[in-house]
């Protein structure tokens, strides 16, 4: 019965560095995530003080993305 456990302890111990070392390694490679890349460059920064008036302003999901829209067209000018 010993053995079984320590066989285990060491299976997990095992198992746990391994899933360990696999995330520390994904987080170095990590990219930017979708909208960050479309975004054109310069219009970032608009957006997300238009999404952040948005949500100041308590403006529906449903009409937000319209708001937002025309919030940015009227920062870029």
Known sequence: ??????GFAAL??????????AVAQKSD??????????TPPGE????RECDKMA???HIKMEDR??????CIAKKMK
């Open 1 to 6: 019965m010993p053995r079984l456990m320590t």
């Open 12 to 21: 997990l111990a095992g198992t746990l560095l391994f899933t360990g070392a």
């Open 29 to 38: 490679t990590m990219k930017a995530p979708a909208p960050e890349k479309m």
């Open 44 to 47: 970032a920064d608009p957006m």
């Open 55 to 57: 949500m100041d302003q």
């Open 65 to 70: 993305a319209l708001f937002v829209q025309d």
